[in-house]
């Protein structure tokens, strides 16, 4: 059974970087995908990338600022996270298939 466990959220102030890690335990093949729940509001898609790391896609309001990849020897997959903006602040899921992690939190003040 697969699970994923996020970390490395914080607090931070506009323009910071932070880096999110999503260690999974489990055989997995399939795509890691990064959602984010800001309050008040639905969990929305922030970015993908393959089992092979050849392919990503990402939401366009992070396109230019985040960058996701993935270390499988690791079974690690990460999110890098660039002039960040207070409109970044959610809690951030890590989700492959049905599997779902229980989130950090990411807060970016003015």
């Known amino acids: 059974q697969v699970q994923l466990v996020e970390s490395g959220g914080g607090s931070v102030q506009a323009g910071g970087s932070l880096r999110l890690s999503c260690v999974v335990s489990?055989?997995?093949?399939?795509?890691i995908n990064w959602y984010r729940q800001a309050p008040g509001k639905e969990r929305e898609f922030v970015a993908t990338?393959?089992?092979?790391?050849?392919?990503?896609r990402y939401a366009d309001s992070v396109r230019d600022r985040f960058s996701i990849s993935r270390d499988n020897a690791e079974n690690t997959a990460y999110l890098q996270m660039n002039n960040l903006e207070p409109e970044d602040t959610a809690v951030y899921y890590c989700?492959?298939?049905?599997?779902w992690g229980r989130g950090t939190q990411v807060t970016v003040s003015a």
């Open positions: 990338i393959s089992w092979s790391g050849g392919v990503t």
């Open positions: 489990g055989r997995t093949f399939s795509s």
């Open positions: 989700n492959s298939a049905t599997t």
